[in-house]
């Protein structure tokens, strides 16, 4: 059974803290997602990777950074968190395949919330 | 700009059938997937139209129309289960997706 795991389901933390999100895939995937997700505005893309150590900025990457050290593991920084970061973060993994590339698959989600 | 419309609500009743209208204006277009998510639950993908036309999967089709730059999912035999949201995503230039704003789908006994 295919997986994608984050490393948290609820996340609290402070305005000015430094926040890691982790996420891991076990389907050898080349694709790698950070979305987050709003009441009414969908999934909006922050970053991408379409490989080890590749990174693309998504429609949102303001005050956001990744890493992808390992092709399973894309992480999602926040340098300095701040209250209109309170959202659900999804992370998603897809094929390169031509045939694949349009079916992601999502993790659980992670819950933050900054105060 | 790029920019996805659905509904925001559909309601219909047990063994309804149902149809969910997506339209979009991107800068590239590459084909058009559809997803599901429950409440607390992750999207899970449903569908992919890449060209002109119906693609069935059981109880769900999905239509694409690239001239119209419009889509839509349709669900038959409607269950309980299918209460939901579902969003539209467009596959553009390279490897991501712009999702729509999703619409949440209510089915009544």
């Known amino acids: 059974d295919v997986k994608v795991t984050q490393s948290s389901r609820y996340l609290v933390k402070r305005t000015g803290e430094k926040v890691f999100l982790e996420c891991v895939q076990d389907m050898d995937h080349e694709n790698m997602f950070w979305y987050r997700q709003d009441p009414g505005l969908g999934l909006r893309l922050i970053y991408f990777?379409?490989?080890?150590?590749?990174?693309e900025k998504g429609d949102i990457p303001e005050g956001y950074s990744v890493s992808r050290e390992k092709k399973e593991r894309f992480s999602l920084i926040l340098e300095s968190a701040s209250t209109n970061q309170t959202s659900m973060y999804l992370c998603?993994?897809?094929?390169?395949?031509?045939?694949?590339?349009?079916?992601?698959?999502f993790g659980p989600g992670t819950r933050l919330t900054v105060t | 700009g790029q920019s996805l419309e659905q509904p925001s609500e559909v309601t219909a009743v047990e063994g309804a059938i149902v149809q969910i209208n997506c339209t979009y204006q991107t800068s590239g277009f590459y084909g058009l997937s559809w997803y599901q998510q429950h409440d607390g639950g992750a999207p899970t993908f449903l569908s992919y139209n890449a060209l002109d036309g119906l693609e069935e999967t059981g109880r769900f089709s999905s239509f694409l129309s690239r001239s119209d730059s419009y889509g839509y999912l349709l669900l038959q035999e409607l269950q309980m289960k299918d209460s939901a949201s579902y969003f539209c995503?467009?596959?553009?230039?390279?490897?991501?997706?712009?999702f729509g704003p999703g619409t949440r789908l209510s089915v009544l006994p």
């Open positions: 995503a467009v596959k553009n230039h390279g490897q991501n997706f712009v």
């Open positions: 998603a993994s897809s094929s390169r395949r031509r045939d694949r590339v349009y079916e992601q698959y």
């Open positions: 990777s379409y490989d080890v150590k590749m990174k």
